[in-house]
């Protein structure tokens, strides 16, 4: 499954780029270079996490009985990148993205899924979810600053219903 759509306006992403300042991590390893933050579930910031959690009820069609309160918040600068990778582990099952801006070059964010390249589009507030076995990356920002949130649904959090015994 993947799924894309513009969710969040500008003034939405911009007052969630403001609210990432605090809890710095910086990433670097043989895969990957980049800023990341918490944002974790508040008063302040309950918007975002409804927000993209009834986008995900809608989309996939699954209830999510228990919201995971921590969404990641990513600083990509010149020469930051993220190489190919999945994100399936700990009893994730979806990735579910948000691009926060797109005065930025390069940072392309690339899903590789049966035999092909999907690239997502570039746009202020496109959020999207797709299975954590997709492989993707983010390509080398050549200039500006890329924001982006990912918030990790795993399987604790979702409730599946069904009448079948297996």
Same mark, same amino acid.
């Given at each position: 499954?993947?799924?894309?759509?513009?969710?969040?306006?500008?003034?939405?992403?911009?007052?969630?780029?403001?609210?990432?300042?605090?809890?710095?991590?910086?990433?670097?390893?043989?895969?990957?270079?980049?800023?990341?933050?918490?944002?974790?579930?508040?008063?302040?910031?309950?918007?975002?996490?409804?927000?993209?959690?009834?986008?995900?009820?809608?989309?996939?069609?699954?209830? *999510?009985?228990?919201?995971?309160?921590? /969404?990641?918040?990513?600083?990509?600068? @010149?020469?930051? $990148? +993220?190489?190919?990778? #999945?994100?399936?582990?700990?009893?994730?099952?979806?990735?579910?993205?948000?691009?926060?801006?797109?005065?930025?070059?390069?940072?392309?964010?690339?899903?590789?899924?049966?035999?092909?390249?999907?690239?997502?589009?570039?746009?202020?507030?496109?959020?999207?979810?797709?299975?954590?076995? *997709?492989?993707?990356?983010?390509?080398? /920002?050549?200039?500006?600053?890329?924001? @982006?949130?990912? $918030? +990790?649904?795993?399987? #604790?959090?979702?409730?599946?219903?069904?009448?079948?015994?297996?």
């Amino acid at each position: 499954m993947i799924v894309e759509e513009v969710l969040f306006s500008k003034k939405e992403c911009d007052k969630i780029i403001e609210i990432h300042k605090v809890n710095s991590q910086k990433w670097k390893s043989n895969d990957r270079e980049y800023k990341s933050f918490s944002i974790i579930l508040s008063e302040e910031t309950e918007w975002i996490f409804s927000k993209m959690k009834t986008f995900f009820e809608k989309e996939s069609g699954l209830k *999510i009985e228990t919201i995971k309160n921590e /969404v990641h918040f990513h600083v990509f600068e @010149s020469n930051d $990148w +993220f190489g190919i990778h #999945n994100d399936a582990r700990d009893n994730r099952l979806f990735s579910l993205g948000v691009l926060l801006n797109d005065d930025f070059e390069g940072g392309e964010f690339n899903l590789y899924h049966q035999g092909k390249e999907i690239v997502l589009e570039k746009k202020v507030g496109n959020t999207y979810i797709f299975d954590v076995a *997709i492989s993707h990356e983010v390509k080398p /920002v050549l200039k500006g600053i890329r924001y @982006s949130l990912i $918030w +990790f649904i795993q399987n #604790n959090h979702v409730k599946v219903k069904s009448n079948k015994f297996l």
